[in-house]
């Protein structure tokens, strides 16, 4: 296996969306990646990195990552605290989670927890003319990262208050749908979302082969 290089990148932005999620935007250095990969990224000159997936566009001049403060986290307390001009590290593209040209012709169902909305944010702005809903499930309302983005193509579960479209976890509001036979499903975000939407859109008659996933923690 090749080991990938890692490769100082100069802060071009950093963009808050809540009091602990930023965006952090960085030169992109020529880096080509199929929309859904992720890269590492850390600290230039500490050698400890986090895996994240690719937000921005895959025909943007730049490449953004979404980061959430892990109170006890040794990168992304460093990313969230990053000001235009620091210098981070990054390596890659890694990663399968991506649309294939059959699959974008089919009705899509993005299912995110958190952050994990970050790859399909990066598929929306890759991708023209998606048949696709987008379900978020997160704690707070404050955490409806980007929503209006997709317009009401987006979904927000909120299961600690109330304010969202649904008031409950993401799976509850996934048990009331019908889909397509032909849907093709993806789920990013927490495994026990993913282990529990995995077994209910099988449930649901979808296939496995249907099933696509990409576990965050």
Same mark, same amino acid.
């Given at each position: 296996?090749?080991?990938?290089?890692?490769? =100082?990148?100069?802060?071009?932005?950093?963009?808050?969306?809540?009091?602990?999620?930023?965006? #952090?935007?960085?030169?992109?250095?020529?880096?080509?990646?199929? =929309?859904?990969?992720?890269?590492?990224?850390?600290?230039?000159?500490?050698?400890?990195?986090?895996?994240?997936?690719?937000?921005?566009?895959?025909?943007?001049?730049?490449?953004? #990552?979404?980061?959430?403060?892990?109170?006890?986290?040794?990168?992304?307390?460093?990313?969230?605290?990053?000001?235009?001009?620091?210098?981070?590290?990054?390596?890659?593209?890694?990663?399968?989670?991506?649309?294939?040209?059959?699959?974008?012709?089919?009705?899509?169902?993005?299912?995110?927890?958190?952050?994990?909305?970050?790859?399909?944010?990066?598929?929306?702005?890759?991708?023209?003319?998606?048949?696709?809903?987008?379900?978020?499930?997160?704690?707070y309302c404050a955490?409806?990262?980007d929503a209006e983005?997709?317009?009401?193509?987006?979904?927000?579960?909120?299961?600690?208050?109330?304010?969202?479209?649904?008031?409950?976890?993401?799976?509850?509001?996934?048990?009331?749908?019908?889909?397509? =036979?032909?849907?093709?499903?993806?789920?990013?975000?927490?495994?026990?979302?993913?282990?529990?939407?995995?077994?209910?859109?099988?449930?649901?008659?979808? =296939?496995?082969?249907?099933?696509?996933?990409?576990?965050?923690?």
């Amino acid at each position: 296996m090749i080991k990938k290089k890692r490769k =100082p990148c100069r802060v071009l932005d950093v963009r808050k969306l809540t009091e602990s999620t930023v965006v #952090v935007r960085m030169e992109r250095q020529g880096l080509g990646f199929s =929309p859904g990969q992720y890269v590492r990224v850390g600290i230039e000159g500490d050698a400890e990195i986090r895996d994240y997936s690719v937000y921005s566009g895959a025909d943007a001049d730049f490449l953004e #990552v979404l980061v959430r403060r892990v109170d006890d986290g040794l990168v992304s307390k460093q990313l969230c605290d990053l000001n235009p001009g620091d210098v981070v590290s990054m390596g890659g593209p890694y990663g399968h989670f991506k649309l294939t040209e059959a699959i974008q012709g089919t009705p899509l169902l993005f299912v995110a927890t958190g952050t994990g909305i970050s790859p399909f944010h990066c598929f929306v702005d890759s991708h023209a003319g998606l048949d696709y809903r987008l379900l978020h499930g997160t704690g707070y309302c404050a955490e409806a990262y980007d929503a209006e983005h997709y317009g009401d193509r987006y979904f927000h579960c909120v299961s600690r208050e109330d304010g969202g479209a649904f008031r409950g976890r993401v799976t509850d509001y996934l048990r009331t749908l019908e889909l397509a =036979p032909e849907t093709n499903a993806f789920l990013c975000g927490n495994c026990d979302m993913i282990y529990e939407a995995f077994d209910l859109l099988q449930d649901k008659g979808l =296939p496995t082969a249907q099933i696509h996933t990409e576990v965050y923690f």
